[in-house]
């Protein structure tokens, strides 16, 4: 034990178990760091989308909720509130007015809070509280068309109540995200003395839950097999396609980067790993000639690294928790919301990436450290034998089952180890073709240039490698690079400034013009006007729905319930024809909606309008842009089969907030239009947007600086030869500026061919991971194919020099003596 101790710090002291050691702490600290940091981030996108619907979870019913259902969360030690929504009229003197009322409990909202305002039209201010018993908060559009002021009594059913806020922002009005009327809020004890929930009345009832993880888990298993087809269990990434998707390349991201401080670990391992084997060679061919056997030699080596595994990754770990308490702290005046605490549980994967590294790398090559032969110690020049393939297959498995393990799936793993195979085998045919043929072209080298371009060749297989463990740490920067300007690029075409965040609905033919005038005047964008007729597909080619779906499993939404069916002449903006005539006399589906249905072009559907039945076939499909925020249809029916049918028009426009006011007070003067306010949902999705984009700025930071230290790493796992030549180069008079243009020539090629292979690398696995992962639109990414060449220029240049500036300053004399 004590000789172990020994060994081990004339190592440190040597600097050779330093290196490793190094690694070890690279590798688990940036794991860690990032690890903690990617918990944090996704705990506060959580809570940033639990603000959407109030609640950490929702029940969603058409019917009372039973009171066990409340009870038994309260056993569990959730936090409870309930919410019951409903169409009503509203009464104040002579004044009526169709509204959304929601009555809610004390205590709600459970997550968010009310954004209410003492001022017609205001911005709103924060608060949490709820209206007190006796009192309502109507929106300030609800407030103009009854013509009231705060202080007022308003009428709902038999009951009296008093106007005491203006209601910006309900939390969970996104849950009721179509209920177009203008919205007023009371207290739950003012219900039922109102008496207008009748038998028949459609009201949507809503226990939402807030909570512990473990509890709310515990309480879905209850739950679900209770549901019938009327109530629903919600989570926040649930509400909405929009949102959800947001977090879930939210998510993919975070996880991507994770994959990514894995691989550069396990590189880092490999380098040191390499390097520790190789200085130790002399040092086990003299042991074994003292005496030592294989067994003693293992003992002492697996008790070495045993114990630089407990040192690094408690450093490790230490540093990653200052790491990521770091980031946070500088991101929180950049973030909207205050990260959660990181999770002590999180630190077993930045040990666990520690342990796998030095198993999957560093074992290998320590048992074949131990079979050297003792003749080494005659034949210093000797080479160790090693069955590199075998050791780096295994290096490979383990970093694999460390990537898998981290994201808790394979897709995301074997895109990436796809990527990084087919790039390997690349690298080898291209490097080696270049190497080989800057050989020729710098025969009898006598100028830096050509020494440089011929010491590519020279160190044939060191340099292949260095080429590759490049390539890779590049590509894995353009890959974020790119995820980062492709993510969030694509949310900005689909969430514009200007997006529509207001539509018109139950507008009359007549209304049309005089709307169009009072909009352009307040100088409002607004898209064009489509007529709407509510209708239902009942048959597929003479076959009914019911037959086809009897048990309704598995029911495509164009069948499930009543669409929203209009006609046009052309296609509006953001469709586009993808097969098909849209001109002729028949429907033109959306193609999601047709794939998911599995319509095809001269399939007949029978749609339900208004009791009239209307059969015609499908003689286009056309691919929507949902996310323009423009009026979009599934179905567009010819002219010639709505035109008999009463159709109401809907249109969408934008309304900033210095225009809501003035708009507000126009459509006043149509109290029989309804308004959809979709703009609070897009700004809290922005938000969540914009605290991703932030969060992928630092992570990407986290990532090229483990990058930098990993390529200096490999320059200096070859630096002994290169110290080596370049000191028999000033012996035989060359002069430093000689020597410093060959290093300088021989890190730039290798910089260049990196970068370039790295930009078709990293465009290649940007576009697996676009459309399998982000289910996103591949684009193609100009900007990377410029950047790869030149970071790998200058960076391993300026690592390269400065890794070798040794020899430089140093007298060749000492370098040779050291060598």
Not at 30 to 42: E, M, N, Y
Not at 68 to 96: I, N, P
Not at 178 to 197: E, G, H, Q, Y
Not at 576 to 588: I, Q, R, Y
Request: net charge neutral; glycine share 8%.
């Amino acid at each position: 034990m004590s000789f172990t101790f020994r060994l081990m710090f004339r190592d440190i002291r040597s600097g050779d178990l330093l290196t490793l050691l190094l690694a070890l702490v690279i590798s688990v600290s940036t794991v860690t760091s990032i690890g903690l940091f990617i918990d944090r981030l996704q705990l506060s996108f959580e809570q940033e989308s639990a603000n959407l619907i109030a609640a950490d979870r929702l029940i969603r019913s058409d019917d009372i909720i039973p009171a066990e259902w409340e009870t038994k969360a309260k056993e569990l030690s959730l936090q409870t509130a309930q919410r019951t929504s409903f169409t009503t009229m509203m009464f104040a003197g002579d004044s009526l007015q169709l509204s959304q009322l929601s009555a809610v409990s004390d205590g709600y909202p459970l997550k968010g809070a009310y954004l209410v305002d003492d001022v017609l039209f205001g911005t709103g201010k924060s608060s949490t509280e709820t209206p007190k018993q006796g009192e309502v908060w109507v929106s300030s559009r609800l407030a103009s068309l009854l013509k009231i002021t705060l202080g007022d009594q308003v009428e709902v059913g038999d009951a009296s109540l008093k106007v005491t806020k203006y209601l910006v922002r309900d939390p969970g009005s996104s849950t009721s995200a179509f209920a177009i009327s203008p919205r007023a809020v009371m207290n739950m004890a003012d219900l039922a003395a109102t008496n207008v929930i009748i038998p028949g009345s459609r009201v949507r009832y809503s226990l939402l839950l807030a909570g512990q993880k473990a509890s709310l888990e515990e309480y879905e298993t209850w739950i679900t097999p209770q549901l019938n087809e009327g109530q629903r269990w919600q989570t926040p990434t649930q509400r909405g396609e929009r949102i959800g998707d947001t977090i879930g390349r939210a998510e993919s991201f975070l996880l991507l980067a994770g994959t990514l401080a894995v691989v550069m670990s396990g590189v880092a391992m490999a380098l040191a790993s390499a390097r520790f084997v190789k200085r130790h060679l002399m040092q086990v061919a003299i042991l074994k000639t003292l005496g030592a056997t294989p067994k003693l030699l293992g003992r002492l080596f697996f008790l070495q690294l045993f114990t630089l595994f407990l040192v690094g990754a408690a450093i490790g770990l230490s540093i990653g928790w200052g790491m990521q308490e770091i980031i946070a702290s500088l991101l929180s005046g950049l973030m909207s919301t205050t990260l959660p605490e990181p999770s002590i549980s999180r630190l077993w994967l930045g040990a666990a990436t520690g342990l796998i590294s030095m198993v999957a790398f560093c074992l290998p090559l320590m048992s074949h450290l131990i079979k050297i032969s003792p003749l080494s110690v005659l034949q210093p020049n000797a080479k160790i034998e090693l069955n590199t393939f075998t050791i780096y297959v295994i290096g490979f498995i383990g970093m694999f089952g460390l990537m898998c393990m981290y994201t808790n799936g394979f897709l995301l793993p074997s895109i990436m180890t796809a990527a990084i195979l087919g790039i390997a085998l690349f690298v080898a045919a291209i490097g080696w073709l270049a190497f080989k043929l800057g050989r020729s072209l710098t025969s009898g080298a006598t100028s830096g240039w050509q020494i440089g371009l011929a010491s590519l060749y020279r160190r044939l297989i060191p340099n292949l490698f260095q080429l590759l463990v490049f390539t890779l740490i590049i590509m894995l920067s353009l890959i974020l690079i790119g995820v980062k300007s492709s993510l969030i690029a694509d949310w900005q075409q689909q969430l514009p400034e200007d997006a529509p965040n207001h539509y018109l609905f139950n507008v009359q033919a007549d209304q049309i013009d005089p709307i169009n005038d009072q909009t352009t005047q307040l100088g409002l964008k607004k898209s064009d006007w489509y007529p709407m007729v509510r209708g239902r597909v009942t048959a597929v080619n003479d076959q009914t729905v019911q037959s086809l779906y009897p048990d309704e499993k598995g029911e495509p939404e164009l069948y499930e319930r009543e669409l929203n069916l209009t006609w046009s002449d052309t296609l509006g903006k953001g469709n586009e024809l993808v097969e098909g005539d849209f001109s002729a006399e028949g429907l033109s589906v959306e193609q999601k909606a047709a794939k998911e249905a599995n319509l095809k072009i001269g399939d007949k559907l029978t749609i339900n309008i208004g009791s009239n039945i209307v059969t015609l076939p499908i003689t286009s499909v056309r691919t929507v842009d949902w996310g323009s925020m423009q009026p979009n249809f599934y179905l567009i029916l010819p002219k010639s089969a709505l035109e008999d049918y009463p159709a109401n028009f809907v249109s969408s426009l934008f309304v900033s907030d210095i225009e809501a006011q003035s708009f507000y007070r126009l459509m006043a003067k149509f109290p029989t239009v309804s308004i959809l306010n979709v703009g609070d949902i897009l700004k809290q999705i922005q938000t969540i947007i914009g605290q991703l984009s932030q969060a992928i700025q630092l992570v990407l930071f986290c990532i090229l600086s483990a990058g930098a230290l990993v390529l200096l790493a490999s320059v200096r796992s070859t630096l002994e030869e290169r110290l080596e030549e370049g000191a028999l180069l000033r012996v035989l008079g060359a002069r430093g500026a000689l020597v410093r243009q060959a290093l300088l020539v021989e890190f730039g090629a290798l910089g260049f061919f990196a970068g370039l292979i790295a930009a078709i690398g990293a465009e290649t696995c940007l576009f697996g991971l676009q459309v399998f992962v982000f289910n996103a639109e591949a684009n193609f990414h100009p900007l990377l194919w410029l950047l790869g060449p030149a970071i790998g220029v200058v960076v391993i240049s300026t690592i390269g020099i400065f890794a070798s500036r040794t020899v430089l300053k140093v007298p060749p004399m000492l370098l040779l003596r050291g060598l």
